[in-house]
């Protein structure tokens, strides 16, 4: 079945530094999705990319789908303390249901 | 507009016993999905109902089933309860078939099975 992985698990960063989470499925996708929890919350959408090599940004946070529509990656710039959470990919298969990744969980250093 | 609603918030159950979980989707949403997440850890598919048909299941033993009704809530159902079964059990909607299908999360069922 599908798989869908993201790298790295943790993430540590001081407050002000860059941040990127990776995201590969093993099979292609019609879409994409990321979302963030927060400690001890649920998992919220942020975005949803569609169209092969796609970009969205969101102030500080930058979405991109990969040309053969098989991997993601989610970058913040100049983290701020408010985007600790575990940020998760989801794949959704045509026609199938949706996968998410591990996940990966940023903490920010004040 | 009213977000994803889950029953109860905390559930303690003993180990043997049956756990019901219930869902209610946002408005006008057809699909209802189950995930279980264990403590720290990620989001295992458990169940996909839409239009009041099972779609899609994860890979969960059989004592994990469960239901949508007509008006596209859903229930979970856990038997004979095992002490791993402890988690944090979500549930999510939206409107399939849209093309841009996008899951809203309810606060989640925290099981606790002892």
């Known amino acids: 079945g599908q798989q869908v992985m993201q790298i790295p698990q943790y993430q540590h960063v001081q407050e002000g530094e860059d941040f990127t989470t990776y995201c590969n499925s093993s099979t292609t996708l019609s879409n994409i999705q990321w979302y963030k929890q927060r400690p001890g919350g649920h998992p919220v959408f942020l975005i949803q990319l569609v169209k092969s090599g796609e970009v969205k940004k969101q102030k500080r946070l930058t979405f991109q789908f990969g040309e053969a529509k098989k991997n993601s990656s989610l970058h913040i710039t100049a983290t701020q303390t408010t985007d600790v959470g575990t940020y998760f990919c989801?794949?959704?298969?045509?026609?199938?249901?949706?996968?998410f990744g591990p996940g990966t969980r940023l903490s920010v250093l004040p | 507009e009213a977000g994803v609603t889950q029953s109860p918030t905390h559930l303690i159950k003993t180990r043997g016993q049956q756990a019901t979980l219930r869902c209610s989707p946002i408005?006008?949403?057809?699909?209802v999905y189950w995930y279980q997440q264990a403590l720290g850890l990620g989001l295992q598919f458990l169940l996909w109902?839409?239009?009041?048909?099972e779609r899609n299941r994860g890979n969960f033993p059989p004592r994990f089933s469960g239901r949508q009704f007509p008006n596209y809530s859903s229930e979970l159902n856990v038997n004979a309860l095992e002490l791993e079964d402890s988690a944090l059990y979500l549930c999510?909607?939206?409107?399939w078939g849209s093309g841009r299908e996008t899951q809203y999360f309810g606060p989640g069922t925290r099981l606790l099975v002892l």
């Open positions: 109902y839409d239009e009041g048909e």
């Open positions: 989801a794949g959704l298969n045509y026609g199938q249901n949706f996968v």
């Open positions: 408005s006008g949403h057809t699909s």
């Open positions: 999510a909607s939206s409107f």
